[in-house]
């Protein structure tokens, strides 16, 4: 994909970005745009950072990894985003600025001895599987609480929020209700008032949903294939 045809992407998913703000009353400055980047060559992936998008989302250890390399002189913010096994800790520790799927206490646990290690912090967000759907990541929503409150004390980690994908099929109303019922847990969370974790960010939307996930909320939304074409 050339320049051209990227900016050009870039500049219809804004005005969606803007128009779905504006019509649920919110500053459109106010919604990041995640660039997903996965399976995207690294000098395509180049060409929409000059373009603006300097949050980038990634979802495997070694192509981030590759990716650091290759725009190190350009230093994007690195998003993780896909399910890490515990043995890929390490990795995310050392790559990655933000992790939007925190799904376990292990993780956690063994992220925050990385972090140590390389003297790093994160910002993560907790995944929650609000479609109940048995093969998506994420903390069952009844799990949430107990989740937040065993991370908080692990100080590289900053829980800054939360992440939810909806369900598979493009049912809009069936990713709506996701999509609220995210927002409504924040807000519980957030009533609890755990000592060092922040509420304030909510991942969710992407390419097919995000107009419903801005008008319950979303501060980032997710889009890759809006922007670079299908995988
Ligand atoms: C791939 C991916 C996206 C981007 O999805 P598109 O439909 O291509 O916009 C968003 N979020 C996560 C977690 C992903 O894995």
């Given at each position: 994909?050339?320049?051209?045809?990227?900016?050009?992407?870039?500049?219809?998913?804004?005005?969606?970005?803007?128009?779905?703000?504006?019509?649920?009353?919110?500053?459109?400055?106010?919604?990041?745009?995640?660039?997903?980047?996965?399976?995207?060559?690294?000098?395509?992936?180049?060409?929409?950072?000059?373009?603006?998008?300097?949050?980038?989302?990634?979802?495997?250890?070694?192509?981030?990894?590759?990716?650091?390399?290759?725009?190190?002189?350009?230093?994007?913010?690195?998003?993780?985003?896909?399910?890490?096994?515990?043995?890929?800790?390490?990795?995310?520790?050392?790559?990655?600025?933000?992790?939007?799927?925190?799904?376990?206490?292990?993780?956690?646990?063994?992220?925050?001895?990385?972090?140590?290690?390389?003297?790093?912090?994160?910002?993560?967000?907790?995944?929650?599987n609000t479609s109940g759907e048995a093969?998506k990541?994420?903390?069952a929503p009844?799990?949430?609480?107990?989740?937040?409150?065993?991370?908080?004390?692990?100080?590289?980690?900053?829980?800054?929020?939360?992440?939810?994908?909806?369900p598979?099929?493009?049912?809009?109303?069936?990713?709506?209700?996701c999509?609220?019922?995210?927002?409504?847990?924040?807000?519980?969370?957030?009533?609890?008032?755990?000592?060092?974790?922040?509420?304030?960010?909510?991942?969710?939307?992407?390419?097919?949903?995000?107009?419903?996930?801005?008008?319950?909320?979303?501060?980032?939304?997710?889009?890759?294939?809006?922007?670079?074409?299908?995988?």
């Amino acid at each position: 994909m050339g320049r051209e045809e990227l900016e050009q992407r870039l500049a219809a998913v804004r005005r969606r970005i803007d128009d779905a703000a504006r019509s649920a009353g919110r500053d459109p400055a106010a919604v990041r745009l995640l660039a997903v980047s996965k399976t995207v060559p690294a000098a395509v992936v180049r060409l929409a950072f000059e373009a603006g998008c300097h949050d980038l989302g990634e979802s495997r250890a070694q192509e981030l990894a590759g990716k650091v390399r290759e725009l190190a002189d350009v230093s994007p913010r690195w998003v993780f985003l896909g399910p890490v096994q515990t043995n890929k800790a390490r990795d995310v520790a050392r790559d990655a600025d933000e992790l939007h799927s925190l799904d376990r206490l292990e993780l956690a646990v063994a992220l925050q001895r990385r972090l140590e290690m390389v003297d790093r912090s994160l910002d993560v967000l907790v995944q929650v599987n609000t479609s109940g759907e048995a093969e998506k990541s994420g903390v069952a929503p009844g799990d949430l609480t107990e989740l937040v409150r065993a991370v908080a004390p692990l100080d590289r980690l900053r829980v800054r929020g939360l992440m939810t994908i909806a369900p598979r099929g493009g049912d809009l109303d069936a990713a709506r209700r996701c999509f609220r019922e995210l927002a409504t847990l924040a807000e519980r969370v957030r009533g609890e008032a755990v000592d060092g974790v922040g509420m304030d960010e909510l991942s969710m939307g992407m390419s097919g949903d995000l107009e419903a996930a801005i008008a319950e909320g979303a501060t980032t939304v997710r889009v890759g294939t809006a922007l670079f074409g299908t995988r």
